[in-house]
């Protein structure tokens, strides 16, 4: 197995944190369609809290990305045999605001941003033409998706005591020790 690509997975997915490389493009077409559910989650949650309406459509505009992104992998998937699956998601309810700026800096700040680094590499160096086509949009829409990552994690950081900043860095901090 190799290490499934970032992404923004929503809490009550059943996601493993390796994808077996051949089944690879599988792997990322249920991560994408995880990753719709988990923007429409944060939209909601931003909303509840307050968020500036920029973010909230940010959020929204995410969800639709990654439903493009699913589409694009489950057609690589399929040139190559592979049969996406479906990803069970169980139903949460709106986090607080600092369970909302922890999710946000693992899945967003750390994932997001992995997965925006894989894309890019995957968009110049793939061997398959295909392959680099989907990979320049998804990575284009990733990196997209760090920003709003960032921005939010100024937005809800501002708004949070010391010790609750400190723990979405550790937070952070931890994600980025698993992922590389």
Same mark, same amino acid.
């Given at each position: ?5 970032? %992404? ?29 559910? $988990?923007?429409?989650?944060? $939209? ?19 969800? %639709?990305?990654?439903? &493009?992104? $699913? ?47 894989? $894309? ?12 680099? +086509? ?16 960032? +921005? ?6 501002? &708004?949070? %005591?010391?010790?609750?900043? &400190? ?14």
């Amino acid at each position: 197995t190799m290490p499934c690509i970032g %992404g923004r997975r929503p809490d009550g997915a059943d996601l493993g944190p390796d994808v077996d490389e051949r089944a690879y493009f599988a792997g990322l077409a249920a991560l994408e369609a995880a990753s719709v559910v $988990a923007f429409l989650d944060l $939209a909601e949650a931003l909303d509840a809290h307050g968020a500036p309406r920029s973010l909230v459509e940010r959020a929204l505009r995410s969800a %639709g990305e990654e439903i &493009r992104h $699913a589409k694009l992998a489950a057609l690589l998937a399929r040139a190559r045999n592979e049969r996406p699956s479906i990803v069970e998601i169980r139903p949460t309810e709106t986090p607080d605001l600092e369970a909302l700026a922890i999710d946000n800096a693992r899945e967003g700040m750390v994932r997001e941003a992995f997965g925006a680094l894989v $894309a890019l590499q995957q968009a110049k160096h793939a061997e398959d033409a295909d392959v680099r +086509d989907a990979m320049k949009r998804i990575a284009r829409d990733e990196l997209a998706h760090a920003r709003l990552a960032r +921005d939010i994690d100024a937005w809800a950081t501002g &708004r949070l %005591g010391a010790r609750e900043r &400190r723990r979405v860095v550790e937070a952070r901090d931890m994600a980025r020790a698993v992922v590389v």
